[in-house]
């Protein structure tokens, strides 16, 4: 199958292009290299030392015969994005170029109107090159289960059935999306489903939960072939930066009282997914949603997974709840459904544990590029529109750390 990957160089777009490589098919990937320019930004650097684009696709033709085709530039340029695909004529499209982050949309006007643009304008690009060039193609569109908010009731995938004024009908569930990023994910979703039904298109939207992990099998102990690894308060995800404080033997710092519930999933399963939607294709014409997670978690409880997982590799590290920066339900129903996938014979990675020690036996080797930039690990967005460092939580109401607390049972002992 020819797949094309937009945004090719990220987290997730290089270890699928590995995966999809692996399993035969041609690949092709686009990109401008955004995700390096935010994360400059922002002060921060990967963990892995990321090559340059040459050097990666030189690797992946060593590994992978035939390598891949590489096109550079913005798929906001409608120009440049309609000449990619009547050249390579994909079968699968693989959306993954946008701006990834609530923090980073939450900054200021500046970040909240690029955030908008790039992931729109883009998105709408796609669905016009798509109409003219590829009809026929398969779009399998990153969301996220953020657009769903944390309603009182459970999520089903994308739709559900109402009953209303003695009429039934299924439609989409309601999107209650917490950050502009967010809201654009859902904005995307809707121009998508449009599109399907107006023009006959056929597209595959995930709705994932917060992805986690470092490596695949296909990155062969090659340094070249690493993915990034990004943990700051913008571009981490909160297992990923939980372990890389870890590491570096700064305390763990969930947000708020850490009761509130996502999907997560290791950056193995992400792949396998993304393979399956992109193998198993709708009709044309059908917009269909997959809600695609592992398990569900409380924040705390995976701070106190990373924090044992860590304690095994002899990494003793304390956890401090900070006041949150955001504004968001701490304690919430959350029981969203994932049988999409499952039907397609995908089988969650439920050994969480050994996956943390995966994750922190490889971040130890890269404990130096950690700690040159740590400060970014520091969460000062907040969603009010303050930039200002976010305090330790028991500062704010009395409460002890999780180190004091320690201390005072080992005295009532």
């Known amino acids: 199958m020819r797949v094309l990957i937009l945004g090719v160089d990220g987290y997730l777009g290089w270890p699928l292009t590995l995966g999809l490589k692996a399993a035969g098919h041609h690949v092709g990937g686009v990109d401008c290299y955004n995700r390096r320019k935010w994360i400059r930004e922002i002060g921060g650097q990967s963990a892995t030392p990321i090559k340059s684009m040459p050097e990666r696709l030189d690797a992946l033709k060593e590994h992978f015969p035939g390598g891949a085709q590489f096109f550079e530039g913005d798929v906001t340029d409608y ?13 699968a499209i ?7 982050s609530a923090p980073y949309s939450m900054i200021d006007v500046e970040h909240c109107v690029s955030t908008h643009k790039n992931n729109l304008i883009g998105t709408l690009n796609l669905l016009f090159s798509m109409r003219d060039h590829c009809p ?30 003695g009429k039934r009908a299924e439609l989409p569930f309601p999107r209650q999306a917490s950050s502009w990023y967010h809201q654009t994910k859902v904005h995307d979703s809707n121009n998508i489903m449009m599109a399907c039904r107006m023009w006959g298109l056929r597209c595959t939207d995930i709705m994932q939960g917060v992805v986690y992990g470092i490596t695949t099998d296909e990155m062969r102990d090659d340094e070249r072939l690493l993915t990034r690894f990004d ?6 995800t909160a297992i990923n930066r939980f372990c890389a404080q870890a590491v570096i033997g700064s305390p763990l710092s ?24 992109v193998e198993n294709p709708p009709a044309l014409g059908e917009y269909r949603v997959f809600n695609q997670f592992a398990q569900v978690y409380k924040i705390q409880e995976l701070a106190e997974k990373v924090q044992s997982a860590a304690a095994d590799l002899g990494l003793m590290v304390d956890i401090i709840n900070l006041e949150n920066p ?15 996938l499952l039907d397609l014979g995908y089988v969650p990675t439920l050994d969480i544990k050994a996956q943390l020690t995966g994750v922190l036996s490889e971040l130890i080797k890269h404990r130096q590029r950690i700690s040159e930039v740590e400060q970014v690990l520091e969460p000062s967005i907040r969603w009010e529109g303050d930039i200002t460092p976010c305090q330790p ?7 002890t750390s999780d180190s004091e607390t320690k201390a005072l049972l080992s005295k009532a002992m």
Not at 94 to 100: C, D, F, G, I, R
Not at 326 to 340: F, T
């Open 136 to 165: 026929k193609a398969h779009l399998v569109k990153l969301g996220t289960m953020g657009e769903y908010g944390t309603p009182n009731i459970p999520i089903p995938e994308g739709f559900f059935e109402v009953e209303y004024r």
């Open 94 to 100: 693989v959306h993954l170029a946008e701006m990834p």
């Open 326 to 340: 955001r504004v968001e339900d701490e304690s919430h129903l959350y029981q969203p459904d994932h049988q999409g």
């Open 254 to 277: 969930p947000y708020g009282g850490g009761g509130q519930k996502r999907g997560f999933l290791p950056l193995c399963d992400s792949m396998t997914c993304l393979t399956l939607s």
């Open 393 to 399: 939580k028991d500062e704010q109401e009395g409460l």
């Open 79 to 91: 120009k440049f994005l309609a000449g990619v695909l009547e050249i390579f004529q994909p079968e």
């Open 231 to 236: 943990f700051d308060q913008c571009f981490g």
